[in-house]
């Protein structure tokens, strides 16, 4: 009896073991809230975010309020991987981020370019560019570029202290004051890729926004405009430059060194498509679309170091896909043929969201209303 009773206890044992490690292994990996801005009469949108370790993260933003409209810049940030957040102020509205590592940092904001040295914690301010600038990008502390309006690129050898125009660039067709470069990477220290655009005099700043009359943004053709690409296999030194006629604009590019790279193009009101995912094998330069549904506009993408992709935007709601925030949507792939949708936490609904990560295992999101998740 004795034996018996200690079999079942055994037994009874392992069946609920089993039961345990079979749940923990069946709850696939979702997007969980860490951080949401719920402050009475004011709303915050956040238009950046890295993290550039697995526990340090950096977020910007700007507060703004419901009442009178006023802004306050802002950042948001961690550093014990997302279990806490502090929000400070900032001196200028941010808008783009970079940081090489998890000390070293550049923003660029409205007024300049600020450098910071402390992971965000004390940011100065660097003399100001020849022209404003939309986004930069450092391979180390000293070589950068940065992406520009008025159809300028520009190239620093000093952190950022001194900068020099890259003339290529200047080269492309397009008038400057409707051109704008806005994204730069690498696949490697020696292969960089600069986008940009050039908008047609029809639609340059001449119409009112989406959101004050949808059924005239629904009515607007979407009309091909100057892609511009910036490219370089030599960290740099030299720049090759090209443009194509393009509906919608290119607005992402994310590669890893080992394989391909995604791309992502942003399409008009009156596109079938909200937006298009593509992959780009960065060595010959071919690509094609991998993905794209009605259902969905995407607005960032993202490659893990060991080639996991990711998809990130949000449900269309209504015929006009960037009016009304809709639910958050991640999609993931091994392949980039398969796409899984991604549990996310319900709670987190955009316009936009934003990715970031510091390796396979630590991946964020940030989203327009202030949100930030992680996925756990």
Known sequence: MRFSLGWQACALGAISFWIVASGAAAESPRWRMQYFYDENKTGLA??????????????????????????????????????????????????????????????VTEKGIWRTN??????????KPPTAALRVYFVDENNGWAACVKKTVLATHDGGNKWEVVKTAQDLPGAPERSAFSWITFATKDYGLVLGFN???SRWGSQFPAWMDPEDA??????????????????????????????????????????????LIEMGHSSSYPSEV?????????????????RYFITDVWLTPNGTSYLAGVEV???????????????KSLDRKKWEEMPVDYRAVAQRVIVAGADDSNLWLATDNGMILKLQ
């Open 317 to 331: 709601m209504g015929q006009v896909h960037d009016i009304a925030p809709g639910a958050v949507k991640v999609f």
């Open 199 to 201: 908008q047609p005099l």
């Open 218 to 263: 629904m009515t607007r053709r979407d009309t091909p405009h100057l892609s511009y690409t910036l490219v370089t296999h030599d960290r740099g030194q030299t720049w090759k430059s090209g443009s194509t006629s393009l509906f919608g604009q290119v607005t992402r590019a994310r590669f890893t060194a080992q394989g391909p790279g995604l791309g």
């Open 46 to 107: 956040l238009h950046d975010i890295q993290t550039p370790s697995a526990t340090r993260g950096y977020a910007i933003g700007t507060i703004v309020d419901e009442r009178g409209g006023s802004r306050k810049p802002v950042a948001v940030s961690t550093s014990d991987g997302g279990a806490h957040w502090e929000m400070t102020k900032l001196d200028e509205h941010p808008v783009s981020l970079f940081f090489l590592n998890e000390s070293l940092g550049w923003m």
């Open 278 to 294: 593509y992959e780009l094998d960065w060595r010959t330069g071919k690509s094609h679309t991998i993905f794209r549904d009605k």
């Open 118 to 127: 402390e992971g965000g914690r004390d940011w100065k301010k660097l003399p």
